[in-house]
């Protein structure tokens, strides 16, 4: 008859107060059970979200920050560039998997047709004005950070050599579809055709100088967008239209690109004199455009830490997984109720457990008195009490686990239609990352799941509070003079 | 000489005053003696007993076991091991059963036991008086005497030489009483345990073989 089965003896002889002590500690259970199960449903659409988000970093300019100046302050405001230097001593930091710089530039052809989607493949679209349907983006990454990211993909020819890139050899890679509009093979040469138009007077374009480039294809691409895979987008014509511009893209080393904006400028400064005096600097036509991959989405902060300091003023650094919070906002609020309501929940179950079992104590007064005139030790006595507890605790846990959880998708869908109705107008994001999340993204990745993150975090969560509301009411155990009792 | 208790002092603290319930209290009690304490309510008896049970501790004073000094040993050390008390109103746990009772202290004890504890439980119920049938009884199913009996045998079954009751024939009729006091001095005499028993009443402290008296605190022993 040691202190474990007298408490388990507790249990099974005093029926009604166990059943009691069940039903409060199930009732509590469900409340932390269905604020768990939300909790991490919503951490796995975040970390979800957050890696399809990918772990690009980018440095912007705070343009916050640009429009909260005062007049004065806006007057006297000089953004410097960030230099190629800089971009090469971030792209060094240890966080970093592998970074590019980027000069990108709209360019025509004469004898290139581009790429105007599927549908519109028969309808005759008439340009007013100088084409400039190609987009001339150049690298400084060998391998291509947009086929390393999987925003598309070499399906035919190779990548960019070290050398090309350093010498800024005339090679392209042009995506599949455009080659096959035009009837061009890896190892065949495209011309682009660099126009340099006046448009400052009378609104009219007149053409000052134009040059021919001429690159060999070294390779083709396809697109490899998410949505591609998946039908019918929720928003078409802006898929659409991201499509056909990247199906025109020309992928060039950046050397070419500064080349050709190096040529556009010097002939437009013969032709505008005014011009000329702005342009000083060669500097000033080499404006590169920095993307950091990161080796892990948690090394964001870190990487923005060390970063921050080394920038101009100004700046910022941008991640791509930043955007989360735009996109989430039905999910963030759950998140934010089900973590109040677990606050709530814990603390209640803290102070109704400990007040049931304080009251059950004093009840038992006369027994606990009795083990203390026995010799028995306190902290046994205490033992005996935290059995009986613990073990009723643990079938209460065990079966809100369930309960909780089922309650939880019912809660979940609930307020997620509500949320979403006021969501109406699908939140998505098109930025510089180019990444294509819609909140309906979002919410389909909500799930509440039975798993053993979500089960060790219950059990973990539930038996502490029920441990701590056990033991402020064993104080008064600890308490109890024997002979006050006995005698 | 198993117990001895040297110039106790014992008082409740009133205002300024101290109010004593004992004043500079000695006794001595041998082994195979059944002694008892007599007293009105209210001359200290119980108080007396709490101190010899170690259930309080005296303002000043000490108590000796086997001529060591109870603080020494461990106040529950020394009920664990050392002393079986028995209580006015029994004291037993109403969800277990006779039996179970009776082995809660043989649990508790670090004495040597044997190990079939629950037929150790059961033959000292029999000894008392409580066949199987009614050890197996939940202890509110049994009689004012059975459950006296019962914490009889529980303050025997951890095989201590000393056994402390309070008015333990307080709550039952004369018969009851008689075999109660029965038991008691055939423990102390055939078992050659100490009994002290602290009661009221001249019958049985006409039965004891030493019989102290409690009047405003001070202890006398009598002829």
Known sequence: MNFIKRGLLGITRKKGKSLILLAVIFILGNLISGAISIQQATNNVESTIKERLGTAAMLEVDYEEIEAMSEEEWMELEISNIDIDLIKQIGGLSYVKYYDYSMSTAIGSESLESYQGEETEEEHII????????????????????????????????????????????????????????????????????????????????????????????????????????????????????????????????????????????????????????????????????????????????????????????????????????????????????????????????????????????????????????????????????????????????????????????????????????????????????????????????????????????????????????????????????????? | MILEAKDLNYFYQDGENRRYILKDTSASFEKGKFYTILGQSGSGKTSFLALLSALDSPHSGTVLFNEQDIKQIGYEKYRRNNVGIIFQSYNLIPTLTAVENVLVPMSITENELPEDKKTVAYNLLDYIGIVKSKADRFVNKLSGGEQQRVAIARALATNVELILADEPTGNLDEEMEQEIIDIFKKLAHEHQKCVIVVTHSNEIALQSDQTFSLKKGVLTADE
């Open chain 1, 127 to 487: 340009w007013d004005g100088p084409s400039m349907e190609f987009t001339l983006k150049g690298i400084n990454y060998a391998p291509v950070v947009d086929f390393e990211e999987q925003k598309g993909k070499l399906v035919d020819g190779r990548v960019f050599t070290t050398d090309e890139v350093e010498n800024g050899s005339a090679v392209a890679i042009i995506s599949n579809k455009l080659a096959e509009k035009n009837n061009l093979n890896v190892g065949d040469t495209l011309t682009l055709n660099n126009a340099v138009y006046d448009y400052s007077e009378s609104g009219e374009e007149e053409l000052i100088a134009s040059r021919d480039v001429i690159l060999e294809i070294i390779g083709l691409f396809e697109p490899q967008s998410a949505k591609e895979d998946k039908g019918e987008s929720s928003d078409g014509g802006m898929m659409d239209f991201m499509d056909i511009d990247y199906q025109n893209t020309v992928y060039v080393p950046n050397e070419v690109v500064s080349s050709e904006e190096r040529y556009y400028w010097e002939e437009y400064v013969k032709f505008d004199n005014d011009y000329a005096d702005m342009l000083v600097e060669d500097d000033d036509l080499e404006y590169y455009t920095p993307i950091f991959f990161l080796n892990n989405q948690e090394d964001t902060e870190a990487f923005k830490e060390e970063v921050m300091p080394l920038l101009p003023e100004l700046y910022l650094v941008v991640n791509a997984s930043d955007q989360y919070e735009d996109i989430a906002g039905p999910i963030e609020s759950m998140s934010k109720i089900s973590g109040y309501v677990l606050l709530v929940a814990v603390i209640a179950t803290v102070l109704i457990i400990g007040l049931v079992v304080l009251l059950f104590l004093r009840d038992r007064k006369r027994e606990l008195g009795i083990y203390l005139s026995l010799g028995e030790r306190r902290s046994r006595v205490v033992g005996q009490i935290l059995i009986e507890v613990m073990i009723i605790g643990m079938i209460g846990i065990s079966l809100s686990l369930f309960t909780g959880n089922f309650l939880a998708q019912g809660v979940s869908e609930t307020m997620l239609e509500a949320e979403h109705d006021q969501f109406q107008e699908d939140m998505m994001v098109y930025n510089e990352f180019e990444i294509d999340l819609t909140t309906d993204d979002v919410l389909e990745s909500y799930e509440i799941q039975l798993n053993s993150n979500y089960i060790v975090m219950f059990y973990v969560v539930g038996l502490l509070t029920i441990l701590v509301s056990t033991v402020i009411p064993l104080t008064y155990i600890v308490r109890l003079n024997p002979k006050k009792i006995m005698m």
